[in-house]
């Protein structure tokens, strides 16, 4: 084959059919060393890869222990051409290495670039005049992606694709490589391709283009070709991104290399394994070098792997079809849908009439979803969604060994511990924090943070009637030694407790339909202080209460957010999202609420009463003269509407009064309306109860109401009474005892009209409580 | 040559047809007229190499064109799933009209389809006459496409009582019609299959049992997929129809339709044409056809009952009809969309107030 010492393979990252034939190739080829394109700082933890209890997904974690942020992942699937390389590599104990720029070289570059930032920052401060600013470095500081394509070729291969007659390269590659299963050759063909390619970029002089990033790493790649050549193996296989695959076959001067690397900032980087998900890695996350479907990679590979040990002997294609539509079948059966295996055989031959009808030679997988949604899901795309979060890209979860180094997340809290002197115990105890002092705000605020991580080291104990006030938590503690797996899959989110803890309360925001768990889970943000994430969960919020057709949630969203925007005991949240939000929370309960009230029972009234409450309190706190009129509005709806439970229409009326929207004489009206015998006496007595539940003072205070309430129970029949008189005790024993006693004495003492006096008890000095009341005027603000 | 007001697809588009064919030379199935290829392209449109232009009779995802071509050529039933107003007659009509040549094997079902529509039924003066015989035999559409080896359409499946609808069963499954009187049984020859629309709003109609469903391969046709083509659908049925309804009134502004369509389009999706602010959805349809409608009904107010120009208010009370099919679920719907999106829109403050007052 190749005369040179030198096999170079070109792959594409996570392509199965690449991997199947770099596994061939290089069990034909026996190389003595192995090149791969990875990051070197990575070389102590390399021999982890084939540990058993190491298994893909898994990302090299390559990080600047100074500053975590900074920071580069090089995921690995099991189908991944690379992780295939690497095993059979270490399988074989001979060398292998990565090659590819470290990454020390790489943040060190960022952190250079960072500070040139800053400098020009400082040279030129009175320019922000566009809300995204000036082209900052920092934005990116390291492109997490190994494989970052220079911009001839955002995506090199579109210009292939198209020449072939595909609109779309993922899928032309697909066809042409990683379907091939012969394998033969492949690789010389592409090193052909990406060669002509190349050549083709630089007389269009696009070449120029290309990031010095991208010079840097392909010097790179061939200095360590070069050494390893010096050292004298005899098969050396290299591995690299097929774009990279020309530029590592034709060896510039050495001289040339050497100039380019010199120089060049360096910083020290730490390397770990951390699990990775294939949800992270399908293109949908937002990772760069992403695939749109590891799961069906996955499938194919161990389809394959099968094939290998000799199991099945039908037909590629029909195996392919065959094995998917079964699996996406049972799926569905899980899911509660029906899929009987007709089906399955309907759709195998759907799809495979599609493939033929687009000349391809087996279904893939856009056939195979096609006939899946036709056939199995009677054209319903929704059940497709289903199949595309549990099949195509799956939730598999990596899995990473015990002495696997710490993430930078343990670091981070092993620091965080110590700067705020708390240091983990596996005894419990309880801790009272006093907010206002700033190492114990600090300390709340990691404990709710590591609550979102999953990582509960400390339960918040709810104090009820608390004489301490708001600024003041009680926690019970207690360290476990799980916790630290719990940190290290919490690496999976970021690197940084905020960072981490607000990545994922993002992922689970959008996984959480319903209205009380978004706003539980928005209380625990804010406690934990972590305002982008806030930030992005009111959004979600407001989507949500958008199409939530319970009224009830609403309102229970309602005054957590209102204490928000009133008192902005949150630290630095966005008052005008929240008053967005609110704003269009009481909208929608204003005009969802008559609707809800409809025919309820007296549970569920209830249950809204309450909720009518804290909705009336806050929208009471926002004095917003909008929402208070819209409220207003209806609560007078409610209080006329006719079929409506006594206990809402009353406490409607009540309120109004409350707020002067009704004065006295109304009010007074409408109860004798309510309490007329027209009305069954259980409703009117619900009315009294909605009316005047934890009043008494009013009806003590308010002469006309007091009349007409006493008019009626005259007026009453004794059966009427009889009946009534559990609903009127029920909303009477809930007054103080006080007042019940003076409502008594008010009765006994026949009808009494004016105002009441309290009585002044004996002894009583006037003269002292006199000299009292130019302090208490001035206290009142009554004068200068 | 015919006066006839509305000709067949494969009358009226002969020419694309016999050029295709000419062109084709993709293999068949049996007793297809053009290679699955061909029909693909007379129904999304493209130019032959003989210079031949063929037009697009439907626009959309080319996707769900495939799935139905190659639904067909696997011997399954191919069932059309769309609201109305999606052109899932349109299709299935020039589907038969390409594959088979021939568009009018039409079952149309409705509440009152019998059996016999769907199998035979008697020529009684000959049955009367002679007793039961071939020629006493009056075949349906579908007996016909059986014999013939071509397809056969169902319109509106779902309308069929579900006693009749179970009739289709052995049909499809066996390909075969069994004719009990004689003795005797029609087979399906190759090259018979079914094309069958639905209307997926009103499914509770005659809903399909699961063993008929299981013998259709589905395909949902969308309401058009962007807000431009969808206002060009409208604008251009809107003027068609004043025209031949004689109305006076000027053709209606192109910023009205936007905004009717803009309006149904947000409802339908239940999400803003930002992308930014849901919504929810009301119970109405709020199809393409019905914001034709609304249109109309508005231009005809605006010719008998106003100065002649088309006006928000003219538009505001066909469209709150249109939207507001149940009276409680979708005045919540409406008054929340009204309120939170219309209302603060730069613009539509007329319109805004119109369907306040229309309301």
Redesign the interface.
């Known amino acids: 084959m190749d005369p040179s010492p030198l096999s170079i393979f070109g792959i594409r990252h996570h392509g199965p059919g690449s991997a199947r034939s770099l596994r061939h190739a290089l069990e034909t080829l026996e190389p003595d060393c192995l090149l791969i394109e990875g990051p070197p700082d990575a070389a102590d933890v390399l021999p982890l890869a084939v540990h058993a209890n190491l298994r893909p997904p898994v990302a090299l974690l390559i990080y600047d222990p100074e500053k975590p942020q900074r920071s580069a992942f090089y995921p690995f699937a099991v189908f991944s051409p690379e992780w295939q390389a690497l095993q059979y590599g270490l399988g074989r104990k001979i060398p292998v290495r990565f090659m590819d720029l470290p990454q020390a070289v790489q943040v060190g570059l960022a952190a250079e670039a960072e500070t040139l930032a800053e400098a020009r920052r400082v040279d030129d401060p009175p320019d922000p005049p566009s809300p995204s600013g000036p082209p900052d470095p920092q934005e990116d500081p390291v492109a997490d992606r190994p494989d970052f394509e220079p911009p001839l070729s955002r995506d090199p291969l579109s210009h292939l694709a198209r020449a072939a007659g595909y609109s779309d390269s993922e899928r032309w590659w697909e066809h042409t490589v990683e379907h091939r299963r012969d394998g033969a050759d492949v690789f010389a063909a592409v090193l052909e391709a990406m060669t002509a390619l190349r050549e083709a970029a630089v007389s269009s002089g696009l070449k120029s283009v290309e990031p010095e990033r991208e010079r840097h790493r392909e010097a790179h790649m061939r200095q360590v070709i070069r050494e390893v050549r010096k050292e004298g193996f005899g098969r050396i296989a290299v591995v690299c991104g097929a774009w990279h695959a020309p530029a590592l076959a034709k060896m510039p001067p050495a001289r040339e290399d050497a100039a380019l690397l010199r120089g060049l900032p360096r910083r020290k980087v730490v390397a770990t394994w951390i699990p990775w998900t294939y949800g992270r890695l399908a293109l949908a996350s937002g990772y760069g070098a992403g695939i749109e479907s590891p799961g069906w990679y996955d499938f194919l590979w161990a389809l394959d792997a099968r094939q290998a040990h000799g199991a099945g002997t039908a037909s590629d294609g029909d195996r392919v079809a065959t094995h998917w539509l079964t699996r996406v079948a049972r799926l569905l059966r899980g899911e509660d849908l029906d899929a009987s295996s007709a089906g399955v055989i309907e759709a195998v031959r759907l799809a495979e009439a599609l493939a033929a009808l687009r000349g391809r030679p087996l279904p893939g997988l856009p056939e195979l979803n096609e006939a899946t949604q036709t056939v199995l899901c009677f054209g319903d795309p929704l059940s497709l969604r289903v199949i595309g979060e549990k099949l195509i890209v799956s939730e598999r979860l990596g899995e990473v060994p015990e002495e696997t180094p710490a993430v930078p997340l343990a670091r981070e809290l092993a620091r965080e511990q110590k700067s705020l002197r708390l240091s983990p115990d596996a005894v419990a105890r309880q801790l009272d924090l006093d907010l206002r002092k700033p190492n114990d705000l600090g300390r709340s605020r990691l404990l709710h943070r590591l609550n979102l991580l999953g990582v509960p080291w400390g339960r918040a104990v709810r104090q009820r009637g608390s004489q301490k006030g708001t600024f003041h938590e009680l926690w019970n503690l207690q360290w476990h030694p799980e916790f630290a797996v719990g940190l290290i899959e919490a690496g999976l989110w970021g690197n940084t407790l905020p960072g981490a803890a607000g990545a994922k309360v993002r992922q689970d925001s959008e996984s959480t339909p319903d209205l009380p768990t978004l706003t539980a889970l928005l209380d625990a943000t804010l406690l934990a202080d972590l305002p982008d994430a806030a930030g992005h969960l009111m959004t979600r919020l407001q989507t949500v209460a958008a199409v939530a057709s319970d009224v009830v949630h609403l309102m229970g969203a309602l005054p957590r957010l209102a204490d928000i925007l009133r008192y902005g005991n949150v630290r630095n949240t966005d008052a005008r999202v929240v008053g967005e939000l609110v704003h269009g929370l009481v909208t929608r309960i204003c005009i969802g609420l008559p609707g809800a009230c409809g025919s309820l029972n007296d549970e569920a009234a209830e249950a809204l009463f309450a909720k009518c409450l804290e909705a009336h309190a806050a929208i009471g706190l926002l004095q917003h003269p909008d929402h208070t009129s819209a409220w207003n509005g209806v609560l007078r709806q409610l209080a006329d509407s006719p079929g409506l439970h006594g206990l809402i229409a009353g406490r409607a009326c009540r309120l109004l009064h409350e707020v002067r929207e009704l004065d006295t004489s109304a009010a007074a009206r409408r109860l004798g309306l309510a309490l007329s015998t027209a009305n069954a006496p259980a409703q009117a007595a619900a009315w009294v109860d909605g009316f005047l539940r934890n009043s008494g003072l009013v009806l003590l205070h308010d002469e006309a109401l007091w009349a007409v309430l006493d008019d009626w129970i005259v007026g009453l029949t004794p059966e009427h009474f009889t009946s009534a008189l559990p609903l009127l005790r029920r909303t009477f024993s809930t007054f103080q005892a006080a007042e019940r006693r003076q409502m008594g004495g008010r009765v006994a003492g026949g009808m009494k009209r004016g105002p009441m006096w309290v009585g002044l008890p004996d002894g009583f000095d006037v003269e002292r409580a006199d000299r009292a009341l130019p302090l208490l005027a001035q206290l009142l603000g009554l004068k200068g | 040559m015919t006066h006839a007001l509305r000709r067949h697809a494969e009358h009226q588009f002969v020419e694309e047809l016999q050029a295709l064919a000419r062109a084709d030379s993709k293999p068949r199935p049996p007793n297809w007229k053009l290679s699955?290829?061909a029909v693909?392209t007379y129904l999304l449109g493209g130019s032959l190499d003989d210079g031949t232009e063929i037009t697009p009779k439907y626009i959309g995802e080319r996707?769900l064109i495939?799935?139905a071509?190659?639904?067909l050529?696997?011997d399954?039933a191919l069932?059309l799933?769309g609201v109305p107003g999606t052109a899932k007659t349109w299709v299935a009509e020039h589907l038969a009209a390409a594959i088979s040549g021939d568009s009018t094997l039409l079952v149309q079902g409705t509440a009152g389809t019998s059996e016999e529509s769907l199998r035979y039924g008697w020529n009684y003066a000959e049955l009367l006459a002679k007793g039961p015989s071939l020629k006493a035999l009056v075949p349906s559409p579908m007996m016909r496409a059986m014999q013939e080896g071509r397809l056969a359409r169902v319109e509106e499946l779902t309308r069929i009582p579900a006693d009749v609808q179970d009739s289709l069963i052995t049909l499809l499954s066996e390909k075969t019609l069994p004719i009990p009187e004689l003795g005797a049984e029609v087979q399906a020859q190759r090259g018979f299959n079914v094309i069958a629309t639905a209307n997926n709003r009103d499914r509770g109609v005659n809903e399909l049992s699961?063993a008929l469903?299981?013998r259709f391969?589905?395909?949902?046709l969308p309401v058009p997929d962007s807000l431009e083509e969808e206002v060009r659908i409208v604008q251009q049925r809107v003027e068609q129809l004043g025209r031949a309804l004689g109305l006076p009134a000027e053709p209606p502004a192109l910023e009205e339709i936007r905004r009717v369509v803009i309006v149904f389009r947000e409802l339908r999706a239940?999400v803003t044409a930002d992308g930014k602010?849901?919504?929810?959805s009301p119970s109405a349809t709020l199809s393409t056809a019905e914001a034709i409608g609304v249109m109309n009904q508005g231009l005809s107010l605006a010719a008998h009952f106003g100065d002649g120009t088309l006006r928000a208010a003219d538009v505001a009370s066909g469209l709150v009809g249109a939207v507001i099919k149940d009276p409680?679920q979708d005045r919540?719907v409406w008054?929340?969309y009204l309120?939170?999106v219309v209302k603060e829109r730069d613009g539509w403050k007329d319109f805004y107030r119109a369907c306040r007052q229309a309301d």
Do not use: C, D, M, Q
């Open positions: 699955p290829w693909a996707r495939e799935v071509i190659a639904t050529a696997t399954r069932l799933l699961s469903k299981r391969n589905t395909v949902i239940g602010t849901k919504l929810k409680v919540v008054k929340e309120e939170t």
